[in-house]
């Protein structure tokens, strides 16, 4: 597994105007306001996103597409048909042959669509340099 803690310098850049955004989720009849900073994955269901903060969980009746046109792909990426999520809190990549993955705390990975797997290498590569 290819161990990502080190976080460059142009990111931490970006990241100061990264904190301070906001993403509104309209979770059952209302709108919540969530930092996208503490957003750590969003998972696709049908026409429902879970958006996984550090804390807690939200369920919008939003689709993932969504989602993915509105947050900003210097540090969401999609990994599968179902999974969209935030490089700063992967802990590492486990690339394998048929099986590959996004590892984050509390031992929870993420699956690698086969076609996306490059991309995401090259966009994780990018970063770890």
């Not at 689709?63 to 809190?89: A, Q």
């Not at 992967?90 to 690698?112: H, P, R, T, Y």
């Amino acid at each position: 597994m290819k161990n990502l803690d080190h976080i460059p310098n142009r990111i931490a850049v970006k990241n100061n105007e990264y904190k301070k955004k906001q993403i509104k989720l309209h979770c059952s009849n209302k709108l919540v306001s969530v930092p996208i900073e503490k957003i750590v994955r969003l998972e696709g269901d049908c026409n429902y996103t879970v958006v996984h903060t550090q804390t807690q969980k939200y369920i919008s009746a939003r689709t993932l597409k969504h989602y993915e046109g509105i947050l900003d792909d210097t540090f969401f990426i999609r990994v599968h048909k179902s999974h969209l999520v935030n490089i700063l809190y992967a802990k590492g990549l486990d690339i394998q042959a048929n099986n590959s993955a996004v590892a984050f705390d509390g031992g929870k990975n993420i699956e690698i669509s086969r076609r996306k797997v490059k991309a995401v290498i090259k966009k994780f590569s990018f970063y770890n340099k």
